[in-house]
């Protein structure tokens, strides 16, 4: 079957991506097979994942062109939202697109059919979608910073941003609204065609910035990385529904970001009183490192591993909890500090001092 790629769009007007029509072949689709090709639930180990949790009471907002409230994988998985770019009106639940719809279904679909054995199985099956729409007439970064603002009003603990384009004051202020707020906001890097570099809201600090890998675990050659990037997650040939009753296979770092909110909701959901902060830490400790040893430019600190993040001991962050969230430690991490780099430093270091030492010890037993 020929790729197809799910990329982001940008706004002419003042800059923010709105999220992306497919490139897709048409094709029958049949909700029985897209278990068999969901190949990121065995690469990220989620049947395992889902035994701990599945995210429960865990609100997601998913900021992008609303959410088909009749997607059978979504029943009764989606909260009231709003639609910011009509003057807040409707429920957020009219999807004209299909994005938002597959995004939704990448984070919190349950599946369909006997036992929900058919259909999307999405990483937090137990958590809800609040769904905010920001596509339309007045689509423009207002509408995207007001549906942010919502967001954090009603309640979300995640927020998922699978699109990029450019900031402005007031999008600056909406994520510190929410970063303040103890919220994760997760944000994809974007896709090459659009730009040479990760975009904005995932450059922004305390922003979790998620690029995308497909089936070897190799960073996908249209996924963009660079200093900014925090994590990777798979995003090639991926299944979600079209919004027309159907399903394709999609491609982009827009399903990163998605899978990256559904393992912050089973960790939200499993430990409800960690901080934003914490979660984060939690699941960079315990990404799957790969490339260059410790965080790089391309992988962030690894693939993300949700088993991992749910049962591996993680020592707290050493940093004040009095710190803003959206300057914390994270952020120095997106411009290459990062514990291996500090444990080399320091071993370094301590060779030096014993190597030192030593040569002291000689001379004082020469001239002794």
Known sequence: MTDRKWHLRQTAAIGVATLVAVLCL?????????????????ALHVAEAQKISTGTGVVVAVVDTGVNGKQPEL??????????????TGNGQLDGDGHGTGIATLIAGHGTGPGNRD?????????????????????DNDATADGVDWAVDHHAKVINLSFGGYTTDKWEKALDKALAADIVVVAATGNTGERTEVSFPATYPGVLAVTGSNREGEVDGFSLTGPRTDLTAPSKSIPVPDGK?????????????????????????????LSAREVIHRIEATADDRGAPGRD????????????????????????????PSRSSTAARKHGIGRDTLLVVGGMIAIVLIAAAGVTVALAVRRA
């Not at 990483?123 to 809800?128: F, M």
């Not at 430019?297 to 803003?324: C, F, H, K």
């Open 245 to 273: 009753g159907g399903y394709q296979i999609v491609d982009g770092t827009s399903v990163s970001a998605a899978l990256v909110s559904g393992v912050v909701a089973l960790v939200r959901a499993k430990y409800p009183n």
């Open 26 to 42: 048409p094709a029958p689709a049949y909700a029985d097979r897209q278990r068999d090709r969901s190949w990121q639930l065995d």
């Open 297 to 324: 430019g391309q992988y962030g600190w690894g693939i993300v591993n949700p088993l991992r993040a749910l049962t591996e001991d993680v020592p707290p962050l050493s940093a004040s909890p009095t710190a803003n």
């Open 75 to 88: 029943t009764n998985t989606l909260l009231p939202g709003i639609d910011t770019a009509r003057g807040f």
């Open 119 to 139: 259909g999307i199985l999405g990483i937090a099956p137990g958590a809800n979608i609040l769904p905010i729409c920001t596509a339309g007439p007045s689509d």
